[in-house]
């Protein structure tokens, strides 16, 4: 499949006509004064600038904050559709669970020869102090973000796996308080779940987690490394959403084997703890001796069962993208089941036989660092030039372990609203998950990238991508 | 809560009062030096740049006190860690670090008054638009108090919110005061002969005083009334008694919180009792800059004794 093909379109069918999902918003948006709605368009700018919506970008000068380009048309998804793409999420989701669990216990995955071994070695988000540890709860993941795209009317992939630490959510909830401000009419006229319990559900799921040393109700704290971090927003908003302690590491230490932070009335123990920063940060005792960043001794406290650490240090291993070309065989082995959401077809680059296809069809593929994120270090070879496919040819020649390739998708399109009416932009989705010993909780809908170039495939807010409210209609 | 959170509501209220208190004391240069002559209006100019603490830093920079410099300096200039765009940068900065400690209404009115301030200085103020800019610093002062007192929770943070403000306001008035005093009157015994009544006009300018203080004394001024009404009268909300008054209920309340007697209990104990005792009489006996001296003096060690006793430093 390649970019050439026309692209799904979510909102019309070839011929033209409103798919079903849309019947709903398609007759609102008709019946719309055009000025009305570009005086709404540039209203919603200043409600996110208002709110203080942003997140921060580090440029020479200072940590400046930006905002992400809203679209005011939402993405629709029906209730039949979600159904089946929740069943899929939740089963790659308690795969990923026990995957980690069995690389960090018998890795009989690899003794079974499903995964080499390499790719543990290899794989830098490996943590040895969690080798035999089990957390609290059995939970390694409790808040995962699957990224996804569509080509078809039955054809989701998953892109992404995001388990360390899935960013975005604010955006979510942020997007449809917005919208619901700005076209209340649209809302009671189109039955939408609702999005909003997410930081009560986060809440209760952090809880239901909480280690065997913790006494009464747990205390559960947002760990963040400060305002000037990039999602700084969205660390402060859950915080206040859940009720929860925004904390940074100066704030904690060890205390009688407990972590504690300092509050006005003294030291005051934290049972859980969702953290926001890197493992590395974590500890200055086990990891980055240098970082100045971290409570040392935490590791000691966790393994000793006094703190939840969510997500659980070393989860990383499982976003690696090398990894992710496994994860239909993952799913298999750890479910017994088929994978109800396919892998994107993945080439790993360190096969020579496959480096040689890759070198081949670059022009046709995206290829990706194998730990690269948010959109960087990252060929689109359909929409790049001659001289830049020289230039990654050198990089991937180089290291070919560090890469992988996959076909450009025919991204789905939704449309998005512009001084000249709709127009349809390729879209990916972000559904957030919560894994707790009591389950598997996905919230109805998710973040809906977008971008906003014509044309483009990049929909990374870092690449100067938007985002959209993501409804999924009531039965 | 955490110490930190603590520490940054009560500096988000000392800047946002510093700031208010910054442009009160612009609007105040800003109208006697409309009824004087050039001379006399530079003398003015000259005295809000003491009044607000940064006379060394202008000096270095400027040789003359011109009113279009004077008050580019204090509100923007880059140079200038003490200029309102800063304070307002530091109110807004420690509002997002406290973000889940207040209420929504309350940072949304910071953000947007930041974003408005943040425009208006982000090019220089000329004669025609320095009085938008210091009413809008004092509209943000006072709609963020609005929002606090209708939306915030009655708990521990409130009361540091409060506590930063009280602190900061009881020294700006005892600051203006006492650079009054300094600069215009070196010998406060010899009341109302060569007096300057404009000057003290400025005074109660300077603390949106004036009003207040002519219903009081129908319409009469006088120096030992002003110090009075400004030092000890309760029920002006920019007097030190006033200030202190609050600052101890406000300290009070926390310490029932924290079920402790804390040193800044202690101090500000001894401040109330101090002010309770005080006659004007004796405040001249004292001398009015030495009283004034004592005063900040202890009104920056309850500060000290607030950070110490609620860990607000790592």
Redesign the interface.
Known sequence: MSAATDPFDEMRDPAGAVRPAYAGYSQWYDEQERDWLKRKDREAEAVF????ITFNVYSEEAAEERLIPFDMVPRIVSAAEWRKLTKGIEQRVRALNAFIHDLYHRQEIIRAGRVPERLLRDNAAWLPDMVGFTPPGGVYTHIVGIDLVRTGPNDFFVLEDNARTPSGVSYMLENRETMMAMFPELFTRVGVETVSDYPRKLARSLAACAPPKCKGKPTVAVLTPG?YNSA?YEH??L??QMG?????A??LRVIDGRVA??????YEPVDVLYRRVDDEYLDPLSFNPDSMLGVPGIMDVYRSGGITIANAPGTGIADDKAIYSFMPDIVEFYTGEKPLLPNVETHRCADPETLKYVLDNLAELVVKEVHGSGGYGMLVGPTSSRREIADFRRKLVANPDNYIAQPTLALSTCPVFTRKGLAPRHVDLRPFVLVSPEGVEITPGGLTRVALKKGSLVVNSSQGGGTKDTWVLKD | MLGRTANGLFWMFRYLERAENTARLLDAGLRMALTRDIISAEEEWRSVIQASGQGNAYRAKHGTFTGIQVWNHILRDRDNPGSVLEMMRNVRTNARLVRNAISGELWSVVNESWMQIDDALSRPVGQGAVGGVIAMIRRAGTLAHGAMVNSMLRDAGYNFANAGTFVERADNTARILDMKYYLLLPSLSYVGSSLDSGQWDQVLRSVSGDRAYRWLNAGQADPRGIVEFLVMDERFPRSLAFSHMMLRANLKALARIHKTEAESSRLIEQSSTMLGDLTIEKVFDEGLHEFLTRFMRSNAEIARAIADDYRFLR
């Open positions: 600038r208002r709110t203080g305002i700084y402060a908003f915080a206040d929860a302690e925004l904390v940074e100066p704030d932070m300092r509050t006005t009335g003294g």
